[in-house]
């Protein structure tokens, strides 16, 4: 297998899975206080829980496409 | 024996701070250790700049001079190129002050202050700091916020994409915080938990606490072995990841 990824590139992958839990947390935590302040529970947790996730999802996406479409390229190179 | 208390006096922060009235100087275990960390680093380095002259002196100084190209060009330069002079300082002094008070932890009596959520989070708060100021100082304000932006994002999705970058970029600023909190404690957390694993089973059964005495006591030092690995790589991680963040707002192209 060829190697397209350099060491900056490993850096960034590794705390995507970070990333994205934190996204997560702060939706679902955020969602959480804000039923609590509004008496609202549970559907803006979950919201907050969903929100997260999208944010997350793209923060990964956003990441992974400049590196699939360099890795692409070489690949038909 | 309680083992929570136990893991949580040896692991968390007390305070014995001082109260005159209604004001409170919290003077905490962790606070101790990062003004003697940098007591300790400001007169040494004071020292190394005014009286080097001596061997040890001269050793010294190849040594910083050492370290201060590793971090240029290690960390700098591949990421933030000629630009990355200016912000040379503080990659300098972040890496040198995580390094210190990580290892810190290790000696008798003194504690990892990067083990506490605080000391981490104003570390990454300083670091955010960082990210902005480089953002604004090569791109002005009016730039800055436009690089928040992915170029050839259409016009109808920028209230959307907007708001999800700003926010990303908040919690870059946030995993710097929790990765390094983690990782510090989690090391003294196992341990301690070895430690404690002898004489939980010395209560249950003497014959099992001592036969596990020497398995736990090989562990222990195979991990602190890997916390000092973990003390060092930390502190690269979070200098590397700081100057890629800044570098990616530095360089938006």
Request: hydrophobic share 55%.
């Amino acid at each position: 297998m060829k190697k397209h990824l350099s060491a900056k590139d490993h850096q960034q992958i590794a705390t995507l899975g970070m990333e994205f839990a934190v996204a997560e947390v702060l939706g679902t935590g955020g969602g959480l206080w804000l039923d609590q302040h509004y008496h609202t529970v549970p559907w803006l947790t979950v919201l907050g829980a969903f929100a997260g996730f999208m944010l997350g999802m793209y923060i990964v996406v956003r990441s992974a496409m400049p590196k699939g479409a360099a890795a692409a390229k070489k690949e038909t190179k | 024996m309680n083992i929570t208390e136990t893991i949580s006096h040896h692991i968390l922060d007390h305070d014995w701070g001082i109260t005159v009235g209604s004001f409170h100087l919290p003077i905490t275990t962790h606070s101790v250790t990062i003004f003697c960390v940098s007591v300790i680093l400001f007169f040494s380095l004071w020292w190394l700049v005014n009286f080097h002259r001596g061997k040890a002196g001269r050793l010294l100084t190849v040594l910083s001079q050492e370290y201060v190209s590793f971090i240029r060009n290690g960390l700098v330069k591949p990421y933030l190129g000629e630009e990355g002079r200016q912000f040379l300082p503080y990659f300098c002094t972040l890496f040198i002050f995580i390094l210190s008070v990580n290892l810190a932890g290790m000696l008798p009596n003194m504690k990892t202050a990067t083990s506490n959520i605080s000391v981490t989070a104003a570390l990454a708060l300083c670091s955010g700091g960082m990210i902005i100021y480089g953002g604004l100082k090569f791109h002005g304000v009016i730039g800055f916020i436009k690089g928040f932006v992915p170029s050839g994002t259409p016009a109808w999705l920028v209230p959307l994409i907007f708001p999800l970058e700003v926010v990303s970029t908040l919690i870059k600023v946030c995993v710097l915080a929790i990765r390094l909190f983690a990782n510090m404690i989690s090391g003294h957390m196992v341990l301690l938990c070895l430690l404690l694993l002898v004489f939980i089973l010395g209560k249950m059964n003497l014959y099992a606490g001592a036969g596990v005495l020497l398995p736990a006591m090989f562990l222990e030092i195979f991990m602190t072995f890997l916390e000092l690995l973990v003390a060092f790589l930390q502190a690269y991680v979070f200098t590397l990841l700081t100057a890629i963040f800044t570098g990616a707002v530095v360089h938006t192209h």
